[in-house]
T-cell receptor, first 111, second 115 residues
Protein backbone atom coordinates (compact mmCIF):
# COMPACT_ATOMS: atom_id res chain seq x y z
CA UNK A 1 0.00 0.00 0.00
CA UNK A 2 1.56 3.26 -1.13
CA UNK A 3 1.42 5.90 1.57
CA UNK A 4 2.01 9.62 1.72
CA UNK A 5 2.25 11.21 5.13
CA UNK A 6 1.95 14.80 6.28
CA UNK A 7 1.46 16.50 9.61
CA UNK A 8 -2.19 17.51 9.74
CA UNK A 9 -1.41 20.73 11.57
CA UNK A 10 -2.58 23.31 12.01
CA UNK A 11 0.75 24.97 11.37
CA UNK A 12 0.60 28.59 12.48
CA UNK A 13 3.17 31.14 11.32
CA UNK A 14 3.20 34.94 11.60
CA UNK A 15 2.80 37.05 8.49
CA UNK A 16 6.14 37.51 6.72
CA UNK A 17 7.69 34.36 8.13
CA UNK A 18 8.76 31.22 6.28
CA UNK A 19 6.30 28.32 6.38
CA UNK A 20 7.81 24.86 6.03
CA UNK A 21 5.58 21.97 5.00
CA UNK A 22 6.84 18.41 4.94
CA UNK A 23 5.81 15.18 3.28
CA UNK A 24 7.18 11.63 3.26
CA UNK A 25 6.23 8.82 0.92
CA UNK A 26 6.62 5.07 0.96
CA UNK A 27 6.98 4.09 -2.71
CA UNK A 28 10.65 4.41 -3.58
CA UNK A 29 9.86 4.14 -7.29
CA UNK A 30 7.72 7.28 -7.36
CA UNK A 31 8.64 9.65 -10.17
CA UNK A 32 6.70 12.86 -9.72
CA UNK A 33 5.84 15.03 -6.76
CA UNK A 34 3.28 17.76 -6.44
CA UNK A 35 2.08 20.37 -4.00
CA UNK A 36 -1.53 21.47 -4.16
CA UNK A 37 -3.24 24.21 -2.19
CA UNK A 38 -6.86 23.71 -1.22
CA UNK A 39 -8.97 26.45 0.25
CA UNK A 40 -11.93 25.37 2.32
CA UNK A 41 -14.75 24.20 0.09
CA UNK A 42 -12.67 24.53 -3.06
CA UNK A 43 -10.85 22.07 -5.28
CA UNK A 44 -7.08 21.47 -5.12
CA UNK A 45 -5.01 24.01 -7.04
CA UNK A 46 -1.57 23.04 -8.36
CA UNK A 47 1.22 25.14 -6.83
CA UNK A 48 4.38 23.32 -7.80
CA UNK A 49 5.72 20.08 -9.14
CA UNK A 50 9.20 18.59 -8.93
CA UNK A 51 10.68 15.55 -10.63
CA UNK A 52 14.40 15.68 -9.78
CA UNK A 53 16.34 15.75 -6.55
CA UNK A 54 17.17 19.19 -5.25
CA UNK A 55 15.37 22.49 -5.04
CA UNK A 56 12.94 24.15 -7.41
CA UNK A 57 11.93 27.76 -6.87
CA UNK A 58 8.89 29.59 -8.18
CA UNK A 59 8.31 33.03 -6.72
CA UNK A 60 7.76 32.72 -2.99
CA UNK A 61 7.57 28.93 -3.18
CA UNK A 62 10.43 26.43 -3.09
CA UNK A 63 9.96 22.70 -3.43
CA UNK A 64 12.69 20.40 -2.16
CA UNK A 65 12.99 16.73 -3.11
CA UNK A 66 15.22 14.09 -1.57
CA UNK A 67 14.47 10.73 -3.16
CA UNK A 68 17.01 8.88 -1.00
CA UNK A 69 15.16 9.98 2.11
CA UNK A 70 11.76 9.76 0.39
CA UNK A 71 11.01 13.29 1.49
CA UNK A 72 9.57 16.32 -0.23
CA UNK A 73 8.96 19.73 1.28
CA UNK A 74 7.45 23.08 0.40
CA UNK A 75 8.77 26.36 1.71
CA UNK A 76 6.67 29.49 1.51
CA UNK A 77 8.64 32.68 2.01
CA UNK A 78 7.08 35.95 3.18
CA UNK A 79 3.90 34.13 4.17
CA UNK A 80 0.68 36.06 3.70
CA UNK A 81 -2.74 35.56 5.33
CA UNK A 82 -4.00 34.59 1.87
CA UNK A 83 -1.68 31.58 2.02
CA UNK A 84 -3.84 30.14 4.80
CA UNK A 85 -5.19 26.89 3.35
CA UNK A 86 -4.64 23.15 3.39
CA UNK A 87 -1.56 22.04 1.48
CA UNK A 88 -1.73 18.62 -0.12
CA UNK A 89 1.31 16.62 -1.09
CA UNK A 90 0.73 14.23 -4.01
CA UNK A 91 3.05 11.55 -5.32
CA UNK A 92 2.79 10.21 -8.87
CA UNK A 93 2.94 6.45 -9.27
CA UNK A 94 5.77 4.80 -11.15
CA UNK A 95 3.67 2.53 -13.37
CA UNK A 96 0.36 4.34 -13.49
CA UNK A 97 -0.46 7.95 -13.34
CA UNK A 98 -2.72 7.79 -10.32
CA UNK A 99 -1.68 10.09 -7.54
CA UNK A 100 -1.50 9.19 -3.93
CA UNK A 101 -2.35 12.18 -1.80
CA UNK A 102 -1.35 12.90 1.73
CA UNK A 103 -4.00 13.99 4.22
CA UNK A 104 -2.89 17.62 3.92
CA UNK A 105 -1.40 20.14 6.32
CA UNK A 106 -3.54 23.05 7.40
CA UNK A 107 -1.54 26.29 7.36
CA UNK A 108 -2.67 29.39 9.19
CA UNK A 109 -0.79 32.65 8.57
CA UNK A 110 -1.51 35.10 11.34
CA UNK A 111 -1.64 38.83 10.49
CA UNK B 1 -12.55 24.85 -22.35
CA UNK B 2 -10.80 27.01 -19.81
CA UNK B 3 -10.75 24.38 -17.11
CA UNK B 4 -12.21 21.12 -15.87
CA UNK B 5 -15.92 21.41 -15.21
CA UNK B 6 -18.15 19.13 -13.19
CA UNK B 7 -21.89 18.86 -12.76
CA UNK B 8 -23.89 18.95 -10.69
CA UNK B 9 -21.96 20.90 -8.09
CA UNK B 10 -24.19 19.57 -5.33
CA UNK B 11 -26.29 16.43 -5.21
CA UNK B 12 -28.52 15.18 -2.43
CA UNK B 13 -29.71 11.60 -2.77
CA UNK B 14 -31.82 9.33 -0.63
CA UNK B 15 -30.16 6.12 0.40
CA UNK B 16 -30.65 3.55 -2.32
CA UNK B 17 -30.94 6.01 -5.18
CA UNK B 18 -28.63 5.93 -8.20
CA UNK B 19 -26.61 9.04 -9.07
CA UNK B 20 -24.55 10.13 -12.07
CA UNK B 21 -21.78 12.69 -11.85
CA UNK B 22 -20.36 14.34 -14.95
CA UNK B 23 -16.87 15.60 -15.75
CA UNK B 24 -15.77 17.69 -18.74
CA UNK B 25 -11.95 17.69 -18.87
CA UNK B 26 -9.77 20.40 -20.33
CA UNK B 27 -9.89 20.25 -24.12
CA UNK B 28 -7.05 18.14 -25.48
CA UNK B 29 -6.31 16.39 -22.19
CA UNK B 30 -6.11 12.68 -22.82
CA UNK B 31 -6.04 11.44 -19.24
CA UNK B 32 -8.89 11.78 -16.79
CA UNK B 33 -9.06 10.82 -13.12
CA UNK B 34 -11.77 10.51 -10.51
CA UNK B 35 -11.07 11.00 -6.82
CA UNK B 36 -13.20 10.80 -3.69
CA UNK B 37 -12.47 13.29 -0.92
CA UNK B 38 -13.98 12.83 2.49
CA UNK B 39 -14.16 15.78 4.87
CA UNK B 40 -10.75 16.61 6.31
CA UNK B 41 -8.94 14.04 4.17
CA UNK B 42 -6.87 14.16 1.03
CA UNK B 43 -8.39 12.99 -2.25
CA UNK B 44 -8.40 9.23 -2.76
CA UNK B 45 -7.94 7.77 -6.22
CA UNK B 46 -10.92 5.99 -7.75
CA UNK B 47 -10.21 5.40 -11.42
CA UNK B 48 -8.19 6.59 -14.43
CA UNK B 49 -8.87 6.83 -18.16
CA UNK B 50 -6.51 7.37 -21.03
CA UNK B 51 -8.73 8.50 -23.86
CA UNK B 52 -11.68 6.08 -23.74
CA UNK B 53 -9.76 3.26 -22.09
CA UNK B 54 -10.19 2.73 -18.37
CA UNK B 55 -6.65 1.73 -17.43
CA UNK B 56 -7.01 1.57 -13.68
CA UNK B 57 -10.13 1.13 -11.58
CA UNK B 58 -8.43 -0.25 -8.52
CA UNK B 59 -9.71 2.56 -6.29
CA UNK B 60 -13.41 2.02 -6.89
CA UNK B 61 -14.70 1.00 -3.44
CA UNK B 62 -17.36 -1.44 -4.58
CA UNK B 63 -19.17 -2.77 -7.61
CA UNK B 64 -21.78 -0.08 -7.03
CA UNK B 65 -19.33 2.40 -8.55
CA UNK B 66 -18.97 2.53 -12.30
CA UNK B 67 -17.20 5.05 -14.56
CA UNK B 68 -17.16 5.52 -18.29
CA UNK B 69 -15.66 7.81 -20.90
CA UNK B 70 -17.06 6.42 -24.14
CA UNK B 71 -15.68 9.01 -26.56
CA UNK B 72 -12.52 9.92 -24.73
CA UNK B 73 -13.71 13.30 -23.52
CA UNK B 74 -16.66 13.63 -21.11
CA UNK B 75 -16.72 11.10 -18.29
CA UNK B 76 -19.52 9.97 -16.01
CA UNK B 77 -19.14 8.41 -12.58
CA UNK B 78 -22.21 6.43 -11.61
CA UNK B 79 -23.00 5.24 -8.11
CA UNK B 80 -25.77 2.72 -7.75
CA UNK B 81 -27.83 2.16 -4.60
CA UNK B 82 -26.11 4.99 -2.77
CA UNK B 83 -25.17 4.52 0.87
CA UNK B 84 -24.46 7.12 3.54
CA UNK B 85 -20.74 6.31 3.42
CA UNK B 86 -20.72 7.47 -0.21
CA UNK B 87 -21.20 11.05 1.01
CA UNK B 88 -18.10 12.95 -0.08
CA UNK B 89 -16.80 15.38 -2.67
CA UNK B 90 -16.07 13.68 -5.97
CA UNK B 91 -13.25 15.36 -7.84
CA UNK B 92 -12.34 14.98 -11.47
CA UNK B 93 -8.90 15.87 -12.81
CA UNK B 94 -7.28 15.80 -16.23
CA UNK B 95 -3.76 15.90 -17.54
CA UNK B 96 -2.30 16.56 -20.96
CA UNK B 97 0.95 14.74 -20.84
CA UNK B 98 2.19 11.37 -19.71
CA UNK B 99 4.61 10.18 -17.05
CA UNK B 100 6.48 11.84 -15.48
CA UNK B 101 5.21 15.19 -16.67
CA UNK B 102 1.69 14.54 -15.49
CA UNK B 103 0.45 17.59 -13.67
CA UNK B 104 -3.23 17.14 -12.90
CA UNK B 105 -5.77 19.95 -12.96
CA UNK B 106 -8.89 19.56 -10.87
CA UNK B 107 -12.48 20.49 -11.43
CA UNK B 108 -14.60 22.16 -8.73
CA UNK B 109 -15.98 18.83 -7.53
CA UNK B 110 -19.44 17.47 -6.88
CA UNK B 111 -20.50 17.35 -3.25
CA UNK B 112 -22.69 14.28 -2.77
CA UNK B 113 -24.82 13.97 0.35
CA UNK B 114 -26.67 10.71 0.90
CA UNK B 115 -29.48 10.94 3.43
Amino acid sequence: QKEVEQNSGPLSVPEGAIASLNCTYSDRGSQSFFWYRQYSGKSPELIMFIYSNGDKEDGRFTAQLNKASQYVSLLIRDSQPSDSATYLCAVGGNYGQNFVFGPGTRLSVLP
Amino acid sequence: GAGVSQSPRYKVAKRGQDVALRCDPISGHVSLFWYQQALGQGPEFLTYFQNEAQLDKSGLPSDRFFAERPEGSVSTLKIQRTQQEDSAVYLCASTRRSIPYNEQFFGPGTRLTVL
